[in-house]
Structures are given as structure tokens and as C-alpha cells.
């Protein structure tokens, strides 16, 4: 396919980029210990720059080291020691013809005491983040003030180190976006009340950074243009309506550009969509604020396939389009798109594991953000290009989960003779469990991905074997991998567990045994159980999801909790927590209630056990008995996401 919108340039201010194709800032957690770009944060970048984006926005950038910290190795313009590591980074990345922009950000009431001196955290109010959950200190009139002087400092130290322009972060309910909104902002004095005084933060920010940088300078801004806190409950907070009048008036105070998003940590789901959303899930948004406004528009909105980012061009919906998770998951995305190989794209599947380890990982000081599918992202020093040493040597890789698909790959790129070898009739493995619940066909892409790239290496893989002894010998391996996955436990302590009414979530996500129309207990309430529970919802069952812990959905990351949450309240769902399954019998299931020590047979048709998933390895001593290089991956080794099967067959290949 032809991209004749997506490949044309386009002027943003004084700027002409050569693409339509803007790298949002995503933070990764990559800085080095001074907050500024080192040697790893430069190559995660030259590689989506060589990968052919148009413009990067660098990270979300502090301007203020004391009071306004979102993660301990974040990039920051808010001390003069960084800006020659910004400049060194600036020229490599406009030798390969991008242009390079510095997202100016403070957190305010969205970040951690424990980040900032130990005090309260920021905010433009004392209404506390109800993600973040921490005492909060409304700003006083001289603090406020002092803030935007750290704005305007920040713009002046990264326009002396090159960069082309700025974005002001007003978006995700980050300080500047508390200003605006009237859900945070009930300040009495200048900064606080009618919706004119609520532009006031963010108008001196940009007087003064016009002021210090001048008109030439490209200045833009990252809004928020509707909270979309009605399902919250909430009454009063900023509406598309206002959204589009504040997006007006800051084109009347001379910006070049407006980068729409929506949500804020309260509606997070909003902001960082998990994979049940599809593309273009913004766009009516979008549309509200290109129409009323005359300067370009970028907008990330879901994107993860060319076709759709040409369309939302063709449409007039925007004038960039902003990639985010796509090339993290892809740096090659635009390249790939550019020569027709769009097939090779290794696509954001949405799985939103780059957010959770931002919190887990990246904000607790653990290491950067992890990609799900894509393990070198942030990680590109200590993961250099692949050596080519495999000299043709043969591996046999037994498996084709994502685990062994991707152990596969690396090893072809390698150099490697890769055999594959699949007892099933099909690859993918534990995937074409996770894609059968309702919206998760994008799990299929890193199938899709491995396979095309496996093709290309020429890799072979043989369905319907059962590997043995005298077959894995037969190749003469110089090492083995066994990626041989893992079943649905079904316990055979639990009396009555083989009978033809006790069935596991793959049978049924799978449709080896079709329900519709039962009353249906489902066991279990992690993720597969409640995606277990909507799947069966769809076809018409009555559920309920039964849980042994205090409460349904304990310990399930919360963006998949509260998505999986809201499409199960569309029906009819019996949750009984503090429960536990003592016998199924046929038409019941015997439940215990824990909290009150009683028992009822619980009318069932059938009762699906959704209890996780254990290890299936079989063939590990039989193979250190053929070759003594033999590596265990995947759920083989040990149960777990998507993420961390990719991974293990990466590092795995990787290292060999």
C-alpha cells in the first residue's frame, strides 16, 4: 500500500518535518543518575530515529528537581549540567533528519511524596489523587509563580541545547492540566475560579517562555481536552466543551500546536487503552478540537497500523500522527511502512505491560519500562544487533508458543539451522486462549509477527510432531530449547473434578466444549477467570465467578481490572468472594463460605475451572542426555504473561 499522506512533509510553526510521523514522549525510566540522556537513552532513541519518525518528543522532562520528580530517572532540563548530554543527543538525532522537541513537565498532585523532599505533593488544589493517594499541599500564590519560572527556564536551557521547540505536558491530569480542570482548581487568588483564571498558569508559561525564547522558538502543548470522569461519579470536571475553549484560547496565545489525548490517572483506562479498545477510539474527540482551531494537530489514537494512521490523514482527523507504544513495540514502524513490509511490523498489541512496570518498575527505581513484544526496547546497550555467529549449527526448539517462535527468530538471525517441532496442529500455544475472550484479537499479532519474520529466516516448523528421544537425535543438536508451555490445572484433590461438568477455561475459551444458554460457575477470579466470565456472558450464560481470596479480581493489574470490570457490568454477574469450591457434583458446585464457615450446593450446569496454568516439561532429562546446552523457556519453566515467554525465548537465543 501506497502512504501518500503519511510520507508527505508537513510544517509545524518554522518547522518542516519530513513525515507525518511524531514519537510521542513515553516515559522509560532510561535517564542516566544526573537525570540526563546518556548512552542508553541515545540509543533507544537513534534507533526509532533510524527507524524513520519525523519528530520526537522526548520524554515527559522535569523542570523542577524538588517538588515536581515523577521518576527517579527521568529526563530533566531543570539544572544547567544537563543540557550538553541534551545537545549530543539533539545533533545525533538531527543527523538522521528528525526533528527533536522537549516535553516540559511537572507531575504535580500525580506522583509520590517519597520522590519529592518527602513533603505533600503539589497541586494547584488539595483534592488528593485518588490513583496516587497522597497528602497534598495546594500551592501558594509565590509557589505557583516560582513554578512557571521553572518552565520557562527548562524551555530556555533546552533551546540552548538545540532542540527545535518544546510541548507543554497539559495533559493526563499532570500539573498543568490541574490548573485547567475545574475538578482540581478551586484557588481563590489569580490562578483559580472562573475559566478564565484557570488559563492563567499555563498563559504565563507560555508569555514567558515566548519571551525568553522567542516567536521562532516552536511551542506547543500536550492537552487533555476532556477528563471523562462521568463514570466516576464525578459532576464538575473538564468536559470536551471546555476542552475545545481552552484549545482555542491557546491558539489565540500563539501556539503552534496542540497534541490531543483525554483521561487523567482517575480515568486512566482513558489514557493508556488496554487492548480490548480499538483503533481510533479518540477520534471524536479529535474531530471536536480540529474543527474549531486553525494550527496542526497531532494525536495519538491507538495507532498501531499504517492503513489507520493514513486514514485518520486522509480524513483531515489530524496532521501528524502520533505513535506512542508502536514504536516502542516497532522502532523500525515507519520504516517498515515507508518500503511496503508492513507485514514485518511487530505491532503493539496493547497488553499495557509498558505502563504497569512504569509504576512498578521505572517510578519504584527498579530498571526501565519493559515491552511485551518487544524485549530490546530501552534495553538496546545491553541487547546490541545480534551476533552473527551461528554458523549453521543446528538448534531443535520444541514448542511453538510465543516462547519458542521468538527463540526461533533470534536464533535464525543469528545465523542458526532452527528446527521447530509442535505436537499441535497449530503455532501460538497459550495465545489462542488469551485472543478467544471478547476484543482481544490483537493477542494473534505477535503470532503473526514471529511467523512472517520466521519465514523470512527460513525457519521450518513441523505441526503434529511429538518429539522424542530418537527424533530430537536424529537433528544432531548443537543445543535445545524446550518451550513445551503449560496446561490448566484442574485439581484432582477437588472430588468430582472429572466429571463431564467440571471443565477448565481452555475448553471453554477454546470451544472444545461450547456453553450456552448453563448457569455456569466459574472458579477463580484473576484475569483469565473474569475474561473467562465475559466470554461466557457474550454466549448467553448465566456466571458467576467465584474467589477463595477477600475480594474478585485480587491482585490483577488494575488497567486489566477495571477494563475486564466494566464490560462484565453489562450483566448479570454473581461474584462471591471469600469462597471456596469444596466438590462439584453433577448440577452443583459444594461451596464453603469462608467468612462465615457454612456450606450451600450452588446450582450449576457447569463449573469451569479458571485456577492458573502449570508448567509442562517432560522432555528436559531425556534432552541433556542428547547435548549438554539445553534451555528451559516459556511457561516450561515458569507460568507466566505474555512478556515474560517473549522474553526468556529472546534472552534465551540471545545468549547462546
Known amino acids: ?29 532510561i535517564s542516566d543518575d544526573r537525570q540526563c540522556i546518556g548512552d542508553d537513552f541515545l540509543a533507544y532513541l537513534m534507533e526509532r530515529a533510524k527507524g524513520g519518525v519525523g519528530m520526537i518528543v522526548l520524554e515527559n522532562t522535569r523542570v523542577d528537581d524538588e517538588h515536581g520528580v515523577a521518576a527517579p530517572w527521568q529526563a530533566s532540563v531543570a539544572r544547567d549540567e544537563q543540557i550538553a548530554p541534551l545537545a549530543k543527543a539533539v545533533e545525533a538525532l538531527h543527523k538522521e533528519d528528525v526533528k527533536v522537541m522537549v516535553q516540559l513537565h511537572h507531575p504535580g498532585r500525580e506522583t509520590f511524596s517519597n520522590l519529592n523532599s518527602n513533603e505533600p505533593v503539589w497541586s494547584s488544589s488539595s483534592r488528593a489523587c485518588g490513583v496516587c493517594q497522597q497528602e497534598t499541599h495546594e500551592m501558594t500564590t509565590e509557589e505557583v509563580e516560582t513554578v512557571i519560572d521553572k518552565f520557562i527556564a527548562g524551555a530556555v536551557r533546552a533551546k540552548q541545547a538545540g532542540v527545535d521547540g518544546a510541548e507543554l505536558h497539559g495533559a493526563h491530569g499532570y500539573l498543568i492540566s490541574q490548573f485547567l480542570s475545574p475538578y482540581t482548581n478551586q484557588r ?38 476532556d477528563e471523562l470522569l462521568a463514570a466516576n461519579g464525578v459532576s464538575e470536571y473538564l468536559t470536551l466543551e471546555d476542552g475545545v475553549k481552552i484549545c482555542q484560547e491557546l491558539e489565540r496565545m500563539g501556539l503552534d500546536f496542540i497534541n490531543v489525548s483525554n483521561g487523567i490517572y482517575e480515568s486512566f483506562n482513558s489514557l493508556s487503552e488496554p487492548t480490548t479498545y480499538p483503533q481510533g477510539c479518540r477520534s471524536e474527540r479529535i474531530r471536536a478540537v480540529k474543527d474549531a482551531v486553525k494550527i ?11 492503513w489507520f494512521a493514513e486514514k485518520m490523514l486522509e480524513d483531515g482527523l489530524v496532521d501528524f500522527v502520533g505513535l506512542g507504544r508502536a514504536v516502542v513495540a516497532d522502532p523500525d514502524w515507519a520504516l517498515k511502512a515507508a518500503e511496503g513490509r508492513e507485514d514485518e511490523i511487530n505491532r503493539c498489541i496493547s497488553c499495557t505491560f509498558c505502563f504497569e512496570t512504569l509504576v512498578s518498575d521505572a517510578i519504584a527505581g527498579k530498571g526501565p519500562v519493559k515491552c511485551a513484544v518487544n524485549p530490546r526496547a530501552g534495553r538496546e546497550c545491553k541487547y546490541p544487533e545480534y551476533r552473527k555467529d551461528g554458523d549453521g549449527r543446528t538448534v531443535v526448539v520444541i514448542g511453538a508458543g510465543v516462547a519458542g517462535l521468538e527463540a526461533a527468530r533470534v536464533l535464525g538471525e543469528r545465523g542458526y539451522h532452527v528446527v521447530v517441532l509442535e505436537k499441535e496442529g497449530t503455532t501460538g500455544g497459550q495465545i489462542h486462549i488469551a485472543d478467544c475472550p471478547p ?34 537425535e536424529s537433528y544432531h543438536p548443537y543445543a535445545i530449547i524446550l518451550a513445551t508451555g503449560g496446561v490448566p490445572i484442574k485439581p484432582a484433590s477437588i472430588p468430582g473434578a472429572d466429571l463431564e461438568n467440571a471443565v477448565t477455561f481452555k475448553d471453554v475459551l477454546c470451544e472444545d466444549k461450547v456453553l450456552e444458554g448453563a448457569k455456569v460457575t466459574v472458579i477463580g477470579s484473576g484475569a483469565t477467570g473474569l475474561e473467562t466470565a465475559e466470554f461466557l456472558c457474550a454466549h448467553g450464560n448465566d456466571v458467576t465467578v467465584v474467589e477463595m481470596l477477600d475480594s474478585i479480581g485480587q491482585g490483577v493489574y488494575v488497567q486489566h481490572y477495571l477494563d475486564a470490570m ?12 471469600k469462597t471456596k469450591l469444596l466438590e462439584i457434583k453433577k448440577g452443583c458446585a459444594v461451596l464453603e463460605n469462608l467468612e462465615q464457615n457454612s456450606r450451600e450446593e450452588y446450582p450449576a450446569d457447569y463449573v469451569v475451572l479458571a485456577m492458573g496454568v502449570r508448567s509442562v516439561n517432560p ?30 525465548g529472546f534472552e534465551a537465543a540471545y545468549t547462546l
Open 188 to 225: 481563590t487568588d489569580r490562578f483559580g475560579g472562573s475559566f478564565e483564571k484557570r488559563l492563567q498558569f499555563v498563559k504565563e508559561i507560555i508569555e514567558g517562555i515566548r519571551r525568553e525564547c522567542g516567536s521562532e522558538f516552536t511551542l506547543g502543548i500536550r492537552l487533555t481536552v
Open 439 to 472: 476484543h482481544k484479537e490483537k493477542m494473534d499479532w505477535i503470532v503473526d509477527y514471529e511467523l512472517t519474520q520466521l519465514k523470512k529466516l527460513d525457519v521450518t516448523i513441523q505441526v503434529n510432531v511429538e518429539a522424542d528421544k530418537a527424533l530430537i
Open 619 to 648: 522432555l528436559e532429562e531425556i534432552s541433556r542426555e542428547i547435548c549438554d546446552k539445553v534451555c528451559v523457556i516459556g511457561d516450561a519453566k515458569q507460568v507466566g504473561r505474555i512478556e515474560g515467554a517473549v522474553r526468556s
Open 296 to 306: 496542526p494537530i497531532i494525536a495519538v489514537n491507538m495507532v498501531k497500523e499504517p
Open 566 to 577: 466494566d464490560k462484565l457490568s453489562k450483566y448479570q454477574v454473581t461474584y462471591k468472594p
Open 1 to 29: 500500500m501506497k502512504y501518500s499522506q503519511l510520507f508527505t512533509p508537513g510544517k509545524i510553526g518554522n518547522l518542516t518535518i519530513k513525515n507525518r510521523i511524531v514519537m510521542c514522549a513515553l516515559a522509560m525510566g
